[in-house]
Structures are given as C-alpha cells and as structure tokens.
C-alpha cells in the first residue's frame, strides 16, 4: 500500500519569496508521483508528475518538483511566489502497473503575502 | 477538447434521500474515478470505473454506488443521504487507469445534505 504526507496544511510566503511545499510518500515498489493544484471553486489541475523518468520534474506555472528516492520525497518549489500561486496544493501517489487507485495528501493552502 | 463536465454543480437534499451525480469525461477517456472532499477528511477516492468495470474501490459504505456506459459517461449514487455526505464531489477522467496516467478533474458538484 502507498500514503503520502504533505507537511503544513499551511503556508504564506511573500510575493517574489521561494516556495517550498513539502511531500514525502510511502510505497513499497518505485511510485508515479504527482502535484494537482485546486484553485477556490474548481477541480483539481495537474501542475507535474513523476514517473520513473528524469528525477528532476518541470512543470507548468514555473513549478518543479524533485524525486529524492533515498529521502522519499517530492517537494514542489518555485524559485519566486506570484500572486496568482495562491491555491491549495496536492501530491498523490500510486504504484506503477495501472490497476492502482491513487491516494492524495491531505493539501496545503498557499497564502502569497503582496 | 472540451474538459470534464459534471452535472449538477450544486445540489440540495434532505437527509434520508438519495442522489444521482453525473460525469462526462473527456472524449476517448476511459477511465472515470470519484473522490469525496471535505474539509476535514480532504480528498477520498471513492471508486474508479474502466470500460464499465469497477476497478477499484475506497473505504466507502454500500450507499455508494457508480456505473458507467458505454460511451464512458459515469454516473455516482448515494442512497440515504447523512449529514456526513455534504462534500464537493470531485470527477476525474484518464485515457488509461487512473493508476498509469494523470487525471483530468471537473469541477465537482457541491452536495449539502440537510
């Protein structure tokens, strides 16, 4: 079975300040990862994922995550915070091989401070 | 390609009713899943369908039910609504298993119980 924690349900950071989201999972065989972000009153929007490819991950918005196998964990960053980032953050995992469902981290709620 | 769209986005019941949700994955999409957010529980998976096969299943009692047809279009049911079932209903498809691709999400129907 996999889980996965995302630490702080919370963060502020202020405008132009690096963002870091932290996301540590659990699993038993080598994981596909991912970060959907959910803006207030819609439906969840893939920012990047991992799979097994490059472990460094670029995605959309200026995002990026990095696949630490001996840490077991994928942190979202992005080098300068913009306004727009606000929004709750998710990482979710499952197994390789398809007939997996995926589980999601609880979520943190960005707050960019102008 | 138009996105994921559900039907209704938000709904009203009494306690003791049932509901019926709908979901329209993108085209050629196979796969459908369901998830449950709440505040204090966050995203739940719920089940996913394949081809008109349940796939997978979460930690949800029997009033949860899903199909979904041919043309892939899903349907959610709950029968004898609790207090405990108010949540954003959130739909999401993929082209492949859910566990093998990312999923693309609809905005969700908003379901208050009374």
């Known amino acids: 079975a996999q889980s996965v924690t995302q630490l702080g349900s919370h963060v502020s950071v202020s405008e132009g300040a690096l963002v870091l989201l932290r996301c540590n999972y659990s699993s038993s065989v080598p994981p596909y990862l991912f970060w959907y972000v959910q803006y207030p009153n819609q439906g969840l929007q893939l920012l990047l994922k991992y799979t097994s490819a490059a472990t460094l991950v670029k995605g959309i918005n200026g995002f990026e995550a990095e696949f630490k196998k001996s840490e077991t964990s994928f942190h979202l960053t992005k080098p300068s915070a913009h306004m727009s980032d606000a929004a709750e953050y998710f990482c979710a995992v499952t197994l390789s091989g398809g007939y997996q469902k995926v589980t999601f981290g609880t979520g943190t709620k960005l707050q960019v401070i102008p | ?114």
């Open chain 2, 1 to 114: 390609k138009a996105g994921v769209t559900q039907t209704p986005r938000y709904l009203i019941k009494t306690r003791g009713q049932q509901v019926t949700l709908s979901c329209s994955p993108i085209s050629g999409h196979r796969s459908v899943s369901w998830y449950q957010q709440t505040p204090g529980q966050g995203l739940q998976f719920l089940f996913e369908y394949f081809s008109e096969t349940q796939r997978n299943k979460g930690n949800f009692p029997g009033r949860f039910s899903g199909r979904q047809f041919s043309n892939s279009r899903s349907e959610m049911n709950v029968s004898t609504l609790e207090l405990g079932d108010s949540a954003l209903y959130l739909c999401a498809s993929s082209p492949r298993l859910a566990g093998d691709h990312e999923q693309y999400f609809g905005p969700g129907t908003r379901l208050t119980v009374t």
